[in-house]
């Protein structure tokens, strides 16, 4: 994968010839993925055997149909950093469309939306850490809740987050079975964005087909990658911007916005021992192999990458009598937490 180390003093900001979407709020919307007990990834054409059998999944479950943008996640972000109390755990991304409001005299800081680009609400949420995204969740879960504990467990235990000495990881690995909301694992990415349960077919791009979308400004391509502005103009284009563009679920963004994170965890056993998180997606301005159905690429729980951000996965809510089957369903997904781990060295591009 490649990083983006440079910081542009001076940004193109792209204006969009659309009419402005609704203002986004906390946590959906979502989209129902059902086909329950569908086969994995079955094609060979790219690169034969990278994920074979990845993407099958025996639950229903939900997952958004955008990425987690800059007016759901400023809400997240006000909560806590307004205070004098403010958790240190908790950074600002790398690229949001939030600003720190002047008016604001404390305790802490708070956030609004910046002025300088259209439709900041809808802006992308880059540069966050997969420790962050989890505290994301843990809120939502419980309710988005003001309280300092709502960040710290509910879908992941932050307290198992760290390194009990040099070479051996503590995070918990696969949220709990109880989670209302997560980070998906990369089986439940790829089903959302590949697979087509209609022709019960996995298609090798993200976007419904077998041939990657053409990128381009809304209006003039399909997708927010394989291509760029002057100056990173082309991480200041807002999500949603490409409704036509969507996966068979109804998915969008997956090819452009930010790459995404996943729960599923990937050893590096090359010594030394590292430990990642899965990520599939292109990214504004990269490449569109990230877009193929093919490897996935990673990053360290703790680092801050200028185009990593997330989608998040939901139970399905069910009514009081079904609560036999949400039981069932949670003590599969818990069965599964074992069998998430990936062993190797991550493929460039996703």
């Given amino acids: 994968m490649r990083c983006i180390g440079s910081v542009f003093a001076m940004v193109v900001v792209y204006v969009a010839p659309f009419e402005a979407a609704a203002q986004p709020s906390n946590p959906g919307p979502f989209s129902l993925i059902t086909a329950a007990g569908n086969r994995g990834w079955d094609r060979d054409e790219v690169i034969p055997g990278t994920v074979?059998?990845?993407?099958?999944?025996d639950y229903a479950y939900r997952i958004g149909v955008g990425e987690v943008n800059t007016g759901q996640w400023m809400a997240?972000?006000?909560?806590?950093?307004a205070r004098a109390d403010a958790p240190?755990?908790?950074?600002?991304?790398?690229?949001?469309?939030?600003v720190p409001d002047p008016a604001y005299l404390g305790p802490g800081t708070r956030y609004q939306l910046s002025a300088a680009y259209?439709?900041?609400?809808?802006?992308p949420v880059g540069g966050i850490t997969w420790r962050e995204a989890a505290m994301y969740c843990n809120w939502l879960h419980n309710g988005m809740s003001s309280n300092l504990s709502a960040i710290v467990d509910g879908a992941y235990d932050?307290?198992?987050?760290g390194y009990s000495q040099p070479g051996v990881f503590t995070d918990q690995v696969a949220h709990h079975p109880s989670a209302r909301y997560w980070i998906p694992t990369l089986d439940e990415w790829m089903k959302a964005a590949y697979y087509d349960p209609t022709a019960d077919r996995w298609n090798l791009c993200s976007t419904g087909s077998d041939v990657p979308a053409i990128g381009g400004l809304p209006g003039?391509?399909?997708?927010n990658a394989g291509f760029t502005l002057p100056f990173g103009g082309h991480l200041h284009v807002p999500t949603q911007s490409y409704p036509q563009t969507r996966s068979p679920w109804g998915l969008m963004d997956t090819a452009g916005s930010v790459a995404e994170f996943t729960e599923s965890l990937l050893i590096?056993?090359?010594p030394p021992l590292e430990y990642y998180r899965a990520v599939k997606g292109s990214f504004y301005g990269g490449g569109l192999n990230g877009d193929l159905g093919i490897g996935h690429g990673a990053r360290q729980v703790d680092m801050r990458w200028l185009v990593q951000g997330v989608r998040i996965a939901s139970a399905v809510p069910t009514p009081a009598t079904g609560a036999v089957l949400f039981a069932a369903v949670a003590i599969f997904r818990r069965n599964r937490a074992t069998d998430i781990?990936?062993?190797?060295t991550p493929t460039s591009g996703a």
Avoid: C, M, Y
Wanted: net charge neutral.
């Fill in 220 to 223: 003039e391509g399909a997708v």
């Fill in 268 to 270: 590096v056993d090359a």
């Fill in 341 to 344: 781990s990936l062993t190797g």
């Fill in 158 to 161: 932050t307290s198992t987050f």
């Fill in 76 to 81: 997240f972000i006000n909560t806590f950093s």
């Fill in 52 to 57: 074979r059998g990845r993407g099958a999944v």
């Fill in 88 to 98: 240190s755990s908790l950074g600002l991304p790398l690229n949001w469309g939030a």
């Fill in 118 to 123: 259209t439709n900041p609400a809808l802006h």
